[in-house]
């Protein structure tokens, strides 16, 4: 699977050169800077986007130290749809598994390591892997979750109306309803117990939220912040991974580990897949969730629709999606020298393709800064492309649809109650917090 205060509609593209005047914005030879996590902590920066899309698709972007991190060598900035496409789609010349698939450069004794992960290989050894999980993470499976994500979609908002979020009285859906209701669906997916729901949740928080100073990193004996994926900071997670394993071998039952247990699956391998699956199958829905109303406070026509139930929630999910991605990029890096928008990329540059940005390309959706709940077709690459795209997109948008019909039939409307609190992260799209107040039906 493989997170606005300022709120974004078509009108504010129309302030782009105040916005890109203002200090700081800018990165190499003036081209707007989309590297720095702390932008994003105000929400998609649309109007550097825009900049690039329209004058710059494949624009050279400074890898600053900030926030601690030091500084890296720079990389390619893809923000066309079309060009995000054929990188994502492009294993042969954009590769997953040289540099792997985080902006900032691992530390080379831990590339081996990083590599051994499904997301960060290429066809054909990808394909092995991807085939033997893809047995486990069958639709039928995941299609059995509906009741139990429904069922706890619904006592998660009764609880939620029970504790005081009654008529108009302001609450936070995050840390009611979506943060849970993420989570837990997890558990039942993988076969975690619900009790232990804890330990993945830390667990996701120090990988996706390393960059958000609510997140302090780690730090290694000479003061620099240590890597969330090294081999020492995921070892409690992997030795809890062995041992589930070993318990579902022993006591087998409908869940995605008791199906990897029993694969051909090396250890290592097993381990791996637990991580990649612990962290992006908890956060693209646990971003999503609350994106996506926060997208529906953000269009007042297109909500009333929602709520007045005119509108099909297949498309409206995928819709709100587009306008909110969980994955704000991913990163390749170029095998051979070669050509994007007629920019030469050289072999062994980075290039970071922003789904963000491709979301919103004027060349592949009409009127981009509108949510039209039944748009179609809806091409976005909220879920990836290619080899790679997202191996649990059919649970992601089942819980998502499940989410949002059950909050309609428990909501004539909502309204913001204060601005979103943001994850600082130019990866993930996270929302930490989103006071609201709904109006209950009765």
């Given at each position: 699977?493989?997170?606005?205060?300022?709120?974004?509609?078509?009108?504010?593209?129309?302030?782009?050169?105040?916005?890109?005047?203002?200090?700081?914005?800018?990165?190499?030879?003036?081209?707007?800077?989309?590297?720095?996590?702390?932008?994003?902590?105000a929400g998609i920066p649309h109007d550097r986007f825009r900049a690039l899309r329209d004058h710059y698709p494949?624009?050279?972007?400074?890898?600053?130290?900030?926030l601690g991190w030091p500084a890296g060598p720079g990389f390619w900035a893809v923000t066309r749809h079309a060009?995000?496409?054929?990188?994502?789609?492009?294993?042969?010349?954009?590769?997953?598994?040289?540099?792997?698939?985080?902006?900032?450069?691992?530390?080379?004794?831990?590339?081996?390591?990083?590599?051994?992960?499904?997301?960060?290989?290429?066809?054909?050894?990808?394909?092995?892997?991807?085939?033997?999980?893809?047995?486990?993470?069958?639709?039928?499976?995941?299609?059995?979750?509906?009741?139990?994500?429904?069922?706890?979609?619904?006592?998660?908002?009764?609880?939620?109306?029970?504790?005081?979020?009654?008529?108009?009285?302001?609450?936070?859906?995050?840390?009611?309803?979506?943060?849970?209701?993420?989570?837990?669906?997890?558990?039942?997916?993988?076969?975690?117990?619900?009790?232990?729901?804890?330990?993945?949740?830390?667990?996701?928080?120090?990988?996706?939220?390393?960059?958000?100073?609510?997140?302090?990193?780690?730090?290694?004996?000479?003061?620099?912040?240590?890597?969330?994926?090294?081999?020492?900071?995921?070892?409690?997670?992997?030795?809890?991974?062995?041992?589930?394993?070993?318990?579902?071998?022993?006591?087998?039952?409908?869940?995605?580990?008791?199906?990897?247990?029993?694969?051909?699956?090396?250890?290592?391998?097993?381990?791996?897949?637990?991580?990649?699956?612990?962290?992006?199958?908890?956060?693209?829905?646990?971003?999503?969730?609350?994106?996506?109303?926060?997208?529906?406070?953000?269009?007042?026509?297109?909500?009333?629709?929602?709520?007045?139930?005119?509108?099909?929630?297949?498309?409206?999910?995928?819709?709100?999606?587009?306008?909110?991605?969980?994955?704000?990029?991913?990163?390749?890096?170029?095998?051979?020298?070669?050509?994007?928008?007629?920019?030469?990329?050289?072999?062994?540059?980075?290039?970071?393709?922003?789904?963000?940005?491709?979301?919103?390309?004027?060349?592949?959706?009409?009127?981009?800064?509108?949510?039209?709940?039944?748009?179609?077709?809806?091409?976005?690459?909220?879920?990836?492309?290619?080899?790679?795209?997202?191996?649990?997109?059919?649970?992601?948008?089942?819980?998502?649809?499940?989410?949002?019909?059950?909050?309609?039939?428990?909501?004539?409307?909502?309204?913001?109650?204060?601005?979103?609190?943001?994850?600082?992260?130019?990866?993930?799209?996270?929302?930490?917090?989103?006071?609201?107040?709904?109006?209950?039906?009765?």
């Open positions: 699977m493989e997170h606005i205060a300022d709120r974004h509609h078509s009108t504010e593209t129309s302030h782009i050169p105040d916005a890109l005047g203002a200090p700081g914005l800018r990165g190499v030879r003036g081209i707007p800077d989309v590297f720095d996590p702390r932008i994003y902590a494949v624009a050279r972007q400074n890898e600053d130290e900030v060009d995000v496409v054929r990188v994502l789609k492009d294993a042969a010349d954009f590769s997953s598994y040289l540099g792997a698939t985080q902006i900032r450069d691992p530390d080379p004794a831990d590339l081996p390591f990083i590599r051994r992960m499904m997301l960060n290989q290429d066809p054909p050894h990808h394909g092995r892997l991807r085939r033997l999980v893809s047995r486990a993470f069958t639709p039928a499976r995941i299609d059995r979750f509906a009741v139990t994500a429904r069922q706890r979609a619904r006592e998660l908002l009764a609880h939620a109306r029970e504790s005081g979020a009654d008529q108009g009285r302001e609450f936070d859906v995050v840390r009611a309803v979506t943060d849970d209701y993420a989570l837990l669906n997890l558990t039942d997916l993988l076969g975690v117990p619900a009790s232990d729901r804890g330990l993945l949740l830390a667990w996701t928080e120090r990988v996706i939220a390393y960059q958000d100073p609510d997140e302090p990193p780690v730090l290694d004996a000479d003061g620099r912040p240590v890597n969330p994926r090294s081999p020492a900071m995921l070892a409690e997670m992997f030795g809890y991974a062995r041992e589930l394993a070993a318990h579902k071998r022993a006591h087998p039952a409908d869940d995605i580990i008791s199906v990897l247990a029993a694969s051909e699956l090396r250890d290592a391998e097993l381990e791996m897949f637990f991580f990649l699956l612990t962290v992006a199958g908890n956060d693209t829905v646990r971003s999503a969730a609350p994106g996506g109303l926060l997208a529906l406070a953000d269009h007042p026509a297109e909500s009333r629709a929602w709520w007045a139930g005119q509108v099909a929630a297949d498309p409206a999910v995928d819709e709100l999606l587009r306008v909110h991605p969980p994955v704000l990029s991913f990163r390749r890096t170029a095998t051979r020298d070669t050509e994007l928008s007629g920019v030469p990329i050289a072999a062994g540059d980075k290039v970071v393709v922003f789904h963000a940005s491709a979301n919103y390309d004027e060349r592949a959706f009409a009127d981009p800064y509108r949510l039209d709940l039944t748009r179609t077709p809806n091409p976005h690459v909220s879920f990836g492309d290619g080899p790679h795209v997202c191996l649990g997109a059919h649970f992601a948008r089942l819980q998502l649809r499940v989410l949002h019909e059950e909050m309609r039939e428990s909501w004539q409307g909502l309204e913001l109650a204060g601005p979103p609190r943001r994850l600082v992260s130019n990866f993930i799209n996270g929302v930490k917090s989103l006071p609201v107040r709904v109006t209950w039906r009765s």
